[in-house]
């Protein structure tokens, strides 16, 4: 597919936005956060991303020639919200067509400038371009899907001797409706454009989308988080992934850790870490220190049934009122803590919540 130039009635419709900020804070749109929308590997993708749960129904298809768009091109997405929120907060105007010079793009989400960088930003917006999207999210009709790509256009700009002098872009109505709504847009930390593995991108996003800054944290089945990560891998494969990420904590401002219930069902943890800084390694619920593989239960094995290595009585709470459809197969009675208080020399039952 090649790069296609905006059309007479795009241009019409659209105003030319230059992106002027040199150094906003990084944003990301919450609904790419939590859903999987992207290949997590740099390996070429051509099978479709199908997930349908609790209503949510999103399907993503890639071109042979390009490719899906991978979680590092999704850097550039990154890029334009927080662009166009860091232009909307100053009180200017914005627009869905965008306009850059790829030494702009590429420095902000931690690149190099090189030749072969900016080949590779190129590629990059091709496989955006070329990627397809339908989902029911935030359709008002219910079934109903919105189709779009990444990017609907973009266009390389050259002076009259053939140098590049900029990049234009158009960003789907989608996307920039999400990214100009306060309630769908978080701040990341920048430390996330260096990390290098495509599971370790992944998990921070869903950890800072569904966990945020909630002192106690929120944990996720890991079947559950296979599903949203739609991932080619297999699961046992995916499990091995996410014990090496709990063992190597990678993700900045989180501490995971991994909890077993009775029945053998694994669990991912996760919570803030103190001071915004990583764990130096944590395997169980309620420990801190590396459990040696080997020991006990290693945590790169699957729990036997009925073991829990929690050294309460249950793991804490899932994170129901949040994110409904993350859990969406517990009964909240099955997952509250309960604990005793003395009120008046009697013994009364409260939950934790």
């Not at 190597?248 to 029945?263: A, H, K």
């Not at 009122?321 to 013994?347: I, K, L, M, Q, Y």
Request: charged share 25%; hydrophobic share 35%; aromatic share 10%.
């Amino acid at each position: 597919m090649t790069k296609k130039q905006p059309t007479t009635s795009d241009r019409a419709q659209l105003e030319l936005f230059y992106a002027c900020s040199a150094d906003p804070a990084p944003r990301d749109a919450q609904d790419l956060m939590a859903y999987p929308f992207f290949s997590l590997s740099k390996s070429h993708r051509v099978k479709p991303i199908d997930y349908a749960v609790a209503g949510v129904v999103i399907r993503v298809e890639a071109v042979p020639e390009h490719g899906m768009a991978t979680i590092w091109d999704a850097d550039i997405l990154i890029w334009a919200a927080s662009q166009l929120v860091e232009a909307r907060d100053a009180g200017l105007r914005t627009s869905r067509l965008m306009a850059a010079t790829p030494y702009e793009i590429l420095t902000f989400i931690g690149r190099g400038v090189s030749a072969r960088d900016y080949m590779r930003l190129k590629a990059a917006l091709d496989r955006l371009q070329s990627t397809t999207v339908a989902t029911t999210i935030r359709q008002p009709a219910s079934g109903r899907r919105h189709r779009f790509s990444w990017i609907n256009e973009w266009v390389e700009r050259t002076d009259h001797a053939g140098r590049p002098l900029g990049i234009e872009l158009i960003v789907p109505d989608w996307f920039y409706s999400a990214v100009l709504d306060d309630t769908l847009i978080l701040t990341i930390d920048p430390s996330y454009f260096s990390l290098t593995g495509g599971f370790d991108r992944w998990l921070y996003r869903i950890v800072r989308k569904h966990g945020g800054r909630q002192r106690g944290g929120w944990r996720f089945e890991f079947r559950h988080l296979y599903l949203k990560s739609g991932s080619l891998s297999p699961f046992k494969r995916f499990a091995f992934e996410l014990r090496d990420i709990v063992r190597r904590q990678p993700l900045p401002g989180y501490i995971l850790s991994i909890e077993f219930e009775i029945g053998g069902k694994t669990l991912l943890a996760f919570e803030p870490a103190p001071c915004g800084k990583t764990g130096d390694g944590l395997v169980l619920s309620g420990t801190r220190p590396i459990v040696p593989s080997g020991t006990g239960v290693s945590c790169y094995r699957e729990p036997k049934s009925g073991l829990t290595h929690c050294k309460s009585d249950e793991n804490r709470t899932l994170n129901l009122e949040s994110n409904p459809e993350s859990n969406f197969c517990r009964a909240r009675d099955h997952v509250e803590n309960r604990v005793e208080t003395r009120v008046s020399g009697t013994a009364e039952t409260r939950n934790d919540r």
